[in-house]
């Protein structure tokens, strides 16, 4: 599963609104994206149940990669292809163990190396970070070395992810030092038209 491990990385928005969730998500997937995470920070377990399931149907119509944000329970529960887990979430070597060996488990290491090097370690299947720009939707300090991506690729042989107000003008020089994946919220879902914000990023991996 690695291999899918590229291009335009949706992460969803906490909206409630399912249907338009959906929809939305629908068409960044016709736009060329293959990994969607679902991370929704305020819903509740019914409504994070309910929508899981909705984009993880969408996930198999697209043939796309369909990860869930810190619940280990849920990503068991339907099996999907992978779980996401935070800093302050259960270590990588424990959810690597709750998951098993199959399935994806990524690591946010925010601008740290040696938690990338520890996520590694513990069983990761890809390592995350950021933030290198302000974002609309997650508060942080921009505080990530623009070299760790390099840095990381040199070290580490996991595939990585960038994270943080990423535009598709500001995620190019990251993509020039060899991140596979870019991440992605407003920049997709907060258009006029999900599905061209999502072909704009994908084509940017198109020369790799």
Known sequence: MTNTLSG?????PD??????????SELALQGGAKILQYR???ADAALRKQQAQALQT???RYAATFIINDHVDLCIELDADGIHVGGTDASVAQVRALVGPEKIVGASCYGDLQLAHSAHQQ????????????????KYPVTTPFDIVSQSKKSIPLPCVVIGGMTIENCQPLIAQGTDMVAAISSV????????AASAFVSLFGAR
Not at 8 to 12: A, F, G, Q, R
Not at 15 to 24: E, F, G, R
Not at 189 to 196: L, V
Request: positive net charge; hydrophobic residues 35%; glycine residues 6%.
């Open 123 to 138: 069983g990761a299947s890809y390592v995350a970070f950021g933030g290198f720009y302000v974002s609309r939707i997650k």
């Open 189 to 196: 879902y907060m258009t006029d038209n999900p599905e061209t």
């Open 40 to 42: 929704h920070k305020t």
């Open 15 to 24: 909206w409630d609104d399912t249907q338009k969730l959906i929809a939305s």
């Open 58 to 60: 969408l996930c198999k």
């Open 8 to 12: 335009l990385y949706l992460v969803t």
